[in-house]
């Protein structure tokens, strides 16, 4: 299957202590003196298989605690393995690493018990860094779109929180993985989830917890329930619950639900065809596309024109490109020539391919195939030549 390629920035979870991304990981490692928290930082940056082979620009996903190499490499893995089955976009994943003091930048000033923390209250600081020192680096020196995706775990997730709560409009998804919302005695549930409830600007945000945490399940369905309660018409809200896991396993499940749900509508997993997961029939396309009583060039063409619009729309939403996939689109095509022998729709979807891909050489190889089975021997040499 082809593959639509994109870019992410990933913040992940609390990484295991003394674990190092070695040198000879599959991803590059950049450290630079940040003038907002005056000291040196790193970042790793891993990038799609096909980054390199293609002209594309892709969104962009924040991943914390990026030292982690378990978690970092489960991310990128899982990132992988989504993005070939469809339901997210390629990504490229910049994991940040922690500082000298992970605590203090990813939590607000400390109240109550919190104050056994005695270096806390840098989440604002840190924001900063992220926002206008990594962002803009990565933005710099890689093919990225605006889009722009945020995770964390644990003080991570809390500090995610605190973006979305202080910072509305940010970041196109927030994942908020097993967040800390015990901090201050269990106040900031609900002072983000009232701050979050008045945000304008559209957001995507999931919040998980696990049955085995002691102090968060408890303190993250009452952040939910809040904001359930609230119904904020731009923040598109889920919360995902994992009975059996504990504090340590939560992320791996988290970041592919949330991912999902972030990317959803632009998930081409529920899309007409991809939902069988196999060749269908004559019979099968004719339902899933509503094609009607007559499976003619005008009938398929509108099919698709509903579907490719129905996908701009989410794409819009999420600041991607809005065009269908090259992948997706070709294989409508090839089902348009080789299932409901219509030709003639079949080169109108290769076109399209044409015109959103100009640089890939198989969409005039398909388009080609098109017009020759129109009768059009002089059309698809031009195309194969090309």
Known sequence: ??????????????AARGQAVPANSPWLKESFQSTKLDEQRTIYIATPANYHSSGERYPVLV???AEDEPQFTAAVGNIAFL?????IPSLLVVGVANGKDRSHDMTPPATG???????????SAFLGFILDEVVPRVRSQYRALPSTVLAGHSFGGLFALHVAATKPGAFNGIIAMSPSLWWNDSTVALEYANAIGKAAAPTRLLVTSGGLERGIAFTTRRFAARLDSIKPEGVAFAFRHYPDDSHRLTSVQSLMDGLRFVF???????TPLQLLGRKPDLAEIVTLLALGPTVDSAAIVNAIARIEE??????RSLALRQEMPEWAMQNYGD???QVLKVPSAAVWIFRRNVANYPDSPDVY????????ATGDSAGARAQFRK
């Open 1 to 14: 299957m082809r593959l639509w390629r994109t870019i992410f920035v990933i913040a992940l979870a609390p």
């Open 63 to 65: 991943l914390l605690d």
């Open 83 to 87: 993005t070939n089955r469809g339901a």
């Open 113 to 123: 018990e919190s104050k056994k923390f005695r270096t806390a209250g840098g989440d």
């Open 264 to 270: 959803a509508p632009v998930s081409l997993m529920t």
């Open 310 to 315: 129905s996908y701009g729309r989410g794409a």
């Open 335 to 337: 089902v348009a020539l």
């Open 365 to 372: 190889v398909s388009l080609g195939d098109g017009l020759l």
